[in-house]
């Protein structure tokens, strides 16, 4: 089973499409392993978004992000990222296809309701940033076998 992270972001929290988002994640088969509500600091918005660092864009995404509070949320299933990514759709909102997140909800490149770790190597330097080891709540439901 993989890993990912996703982050509903303020416009998302804001519009109060929290429950939707999280649902859709459920409804494909994927488990909760650890999910709260936060302020994210300057601090760790710039460690979350250092890859860009030095980008025109920097500056707005960290602002951003620490604009509102968001949702950061840990799911598992199978090949996770990859589903994950393909449920939220195109970074652009405008661009992304009907039925996605970001194409049911939102229509810019700026405000674009979520995040989602893009590879392993991602989700291992993101996750931390989140959530410590004692908040990964690793537990059976019980219907695994009726799950992807």
């Given at each position: 089973?993989e890993?990912t992270?996703?982050l509903?972001?303020?416009d998302?929290?804001k519009r109060?499409?929290?429950?939707e988002?999280?649902?859709r994640f459920?409804?494909?088969?994927?488990r909760?392993?650890?999910?709260k509500?936060?302020?994210?600091?300057k601090g760790?918005?710039?460690k979350?978004?250092?890859?860009h660092?030095?980008?025109?864009f920097?500056?707005?995404?960290?602002n951003?992000?620490?604009?509102?509070?968001?949702?950061?949320?840990l799911?598992?299933?199978?090949r996770c990222?990859?589903?994950?990514?393909?449920?939220?759709?195109s970074t652009?909102?405008s661009?992304?296809q009907p039925?996605t997140?970001?194409?049911?909800?939102?229509?810019?490149i700026?405000?674009n309701?979520i995040?989602?770790?893009d590879?392993?190597?991602?989700?291992e330097?993101?996750?931390?940033?989140?959530?410590?080891?004692e908040?990964?709540l690793?537990?059976?439901y019980?219907?695994?076998m009726?799950?992807?």
């Amino acid at each position: 089973m993989e890993r990912t992270l996703i982050l509903i972001k303020p416009d998302g929290v804001k519009r109060r499409l929290v429950g939707e988002i999280i649902k859709r994640f459920e409804k494909k088969g994927m488990r909760i392993l650890g999910m709260k509500m936060l302020m994210l600091s300057k601090g760790k918005a710039e460690k979350h978004y250092a890859v860009h660092k030095g980008k025109p864009f920097y500056n707005d995404l960290v602002n951003y992000i620490t604009s509102g509070p968001i949702i950061a949320v840990l799911l598992e299933g199978n090949r996770c990222i990859e589903v994950t990514r393909q449920m939220c759709g195109s970074t652009d909102g405008s661009k992304a296809q009907p039925g996605t997140i970001r194409g049911d909800y939102s229509l810019s490149i700026e405000k674009n309701i979520i995040h989602a770790s893009d590879s392993k190597e991602s989700f291992e330097y993101e996750y931390p940033i989140f959530f410590s080891n004692e908040e990964i709540l690793g537990f059976e439901y019980g219907d695994e076998m009726n799950i992807i």
